[in-house]
């Protein structure tokens, strides 16, 4: 039996001859360096990397092989920045691409790494993550829509859209209680320092993304957000309750749904609209 067949956990099956490495998750603790590859770190770029990673989760895999001592750990091949992060913050787990001997050496899996990472199984929110994260760390817009197999309008949209994120907006995204469409909806109308506010207030409810758009329109929004910032919980009750009322309105016409929204536009914040926001 081949020394990685050998060595290789039990449930565990070969990828078939010629195809790319799977990925999997492997427990932190049973991951040690190869000998050799360990380096030192740069203290502030890790600390970003540790803040990111708290944040995004880690969206690229690392990359190891079975250890050949029947040991059942695993030899850090490249990701060791990350794999650091990961038993700093206490994660249990971190995605990697697990790689057998006849592959550890070979340039083609580290090519394979590198120019198609948007080939593996991932989430359009992980993907889409991975792209602005790129883009944030330096990597020039070309190289990132071609790694990904995007347009470049593609990368630098996602860019826009998802810098500054909160964590509380990352994580609507990839629970799916909102899609990439509709936040793209929110942050070209809501300023950064509200957006995780009207996130958590659209996300309750089955609004498409023209639908929103259609509202933010509708409501006058840029003119309520001109207000400024004494005044962003009225706004906050507003989007609430019309978000509520617009998604309750039979299956009509969008333009016959909006018309009987504003003929129940309450007159004042304090009756109508706080109710709404208190059955979130």
Excluded at 90 to 115: H, M, N, T, W
Excluded at 194 to 223: I, N, Q, T
């Amino acid at each position: 039996m081949p020394v990685e067949e050998a060595n290789r956990p039990e449930g565990t099956a070969r990828p078939p001859e010629g195809s790319p490495p799977l990925v999997q998750r492997v427990p932190v603790v049973r991951i040690r360096p190869e000998d050799g590859l360990g380096r030192k770190r740069d203290r502030e770029g890790h600390r970003e990397l540790c803040r990111s990673i708290e944040q995004f989760g880690v969206l690229t895999p690392v990359t190891v092989r079975h250890a050949p001592d029947k040991t059942g750990d695993y030899l850090l091949i490249k990701g060791q920045g990350r794999t650091l992060a990961c038993r700093l913050l206490g994660i249990d787990e971190i995605p990697a691409v697990v790689v057998d001997d006849r592959f550890a050496e070979s340039v083609k899996v580290q090519q394979f790494l590198v120019e198609n990472v948007a080939r593996l199984r991932m989430r359009a929110i992980d993907r889409a993550l991975l792209i602005a994260r790129a883009r944030q760390e330096g990597e020039e817009t070309a190289d990132v829509a071609r790694r990904f197999g995007v347009s470049a309008a593609t990368v630098r949209r996602l860019e826009v859209q998802l810098e500054g994120a909160s964590s509380s907006e990352v994580a609507a995204l990839k629970s799916g209680s909102i899609n990439l469409a509709l936040h793209a909806v929110i942050a070209r109308h809501v300023p950064l320092n509200e957006r995780s506010d009207v996130v958590a207030a659209v996300a309750p409810y089955s609004l498409r993304p023209k639908e929103m758009e259609v509202l933010f329109v509708a409501l006058g929004w840029s003119d309520l957000v001109s207000l400024g910032s004494e005044y962003r919980q009225h706004r906050l009750l507003l989007l609430t309750w019309a978000c509520r009322i617009l998604n309750d309105l039979p299956s009509v016409t969008l333009k016959d749904r909006l018309r009987q929204m504003a003929l129940q536009l309450p007159l004042n914040f304090g009756t109508g609209l706080q109710p709404a926001l208190a059955a979130r």
